[in-house]
């Protein structure tokens, strides 16, 4: 063992007393004393660090705003919300009838009120709804809503000379050359 491994074992066993250091330290003029003094920095110098502050605390804002931002769920391809694939699949005979429109509608409804789709389905409101949905689609189906441009009859020569002899002259060439051919037609017999 060595001379500072028997000083710690001595150290160890005994109690430590505080030392006060009451020793003056004088200083020489070789030695000049160092105060404690900020530099001087310059304009730009300052004007940097007041950007940089002022951008500090502008990132902080920014993220103080992005921490409490509760995350969006990832919307379904189908838009059937925050239903889980188990949910669908045991819910799947309920809306296997429906038009896509309704369904959405359904799993909306269900999503609000926390029912599974086939709760939802049996709902009076619900049923209400998808009456009149399905009664509006047939309805459609029914009348012609496209756009459906009805064909225009040719006239005849007849009553295209007709009209011409009243004082009705068409614009278009095509009518005109079809007088004329008829008047010669007319002419010639």
Avoid: C, H, W
């Avoid at 441009?149 to 000379?161: N, P, Q, V, Y």
């Amino acid at each position: 063992m060595s001379y500072q491994d028997d000083e710690e074992l001595d150290s160890q066993n005994q109690p430590t007393e505080e030392v006060v250091n009451t020793e003056v330290v004088e200083t020489t003029d070789a030695e000049p004393e160092v105060e404690d003094t900020q530099p001087e920095y310059t304009e730009a110098e300052k004007k940097a660090y007041a950007r940089a502050k002022k951008a500090e605390a502008e990132l902080k804002a920014l993220k103080a705003q992005l921490k409490p931002a509760p995350k969006e769920p990832v919307p379904t391809p189908s838009g059937l919300g925050s239903l889980s694939p188990v949910q669908l699949a045991r819910d799947s005979k309920a809306i296997a009838d429906l038009v896509d429109e309704d369904v959405d509608y359904v799993a909306t409804y269900a999503d609000k009120f926390g029912v599974t789709l086939s709760e939802a389905r049996k709902n009076k409101d619900v049923q209400a709804v998808l009456r009149v949905r399905a009664e509006e689609r047939r309805t459609a189906e029914a009348t012609s809503t496209g756009n459906a441009r009805r064909g225009t009859s040719k006239m005849s020569d007849d009553s295209l000379m007709a009209k011409a002899e009243a004082g009705d002259i068409p614009t278009d060439t095509d009518s005109l050359m079809r007088i004329a051919q008829a008047r010669l037609k007319k002419m010639k017999q």
